[in-house]
């Protein structure tokens, strides 16, 4: 019999409770990202896997394309990391589409459902 020394890390997939994806590269030739725009991006993107709750990357896109604009050629190229968690770090700030949302909710129908539950 073989013993290994390595202690093999299980990680399933259905313990991930937070997915967040980050982009680095550019996506759009109109706002193609600086250098330290995309330094950014990777500071965050390492930050995300090494501060507890540490998070694991569950997925990747790579995107390329050519893009004509009258004589030039532009190249996009980015990578999107999907990066998941057992749950979301309270270090991670709401984004804007989060903090905007607001479910509508009709009064008027929750007072029928109410009523015909009773």
């Known amino acids: 019999m073989f013993k290994s020394d390595r202690v093999t890390s299980c990680y399933d997939i259905t ?3 937070h ?13 193609i990202p600086t ?3 995309n330094q ?3 500071d965050k993107l390492n930050t995300y896997l090494q501060t507890s709750p540490r998070g694991r990357i569950i997925g990747t896109e790579r995107s390329f394309s ?5 004589e030039h050629q532009v190249v996009l190229e980015a990578v999107a990391y999907h990066i998941g ?3 979301k770090p309270s270090w991670i700030k709401p984004s ?3 903090k905007e949302f607001k479910p509508e909710v009709d009064l ?3 007072e029928k459902i109410i009523e015909q539950n009773r």
């Open 35 to 37: 250098p330290e725009e």
């Open 85 to 87: 968690f057992k749950r």
């Open 108 to 110: 008027c129908e929750v």
């Open 40 to 42: 950014l991006k990777i």
């Open 66 to 70: 050519l893009v004509r604009i009258g």
């Open 19 to 31: 997915v967040e994806r980050i982009i680095v590269g550019s996506t759009q030739p109109d706002a």
């Open 15 to 17: 313990d991930i409770g």
């Open 96 to 98: 804007a589409q989060e």
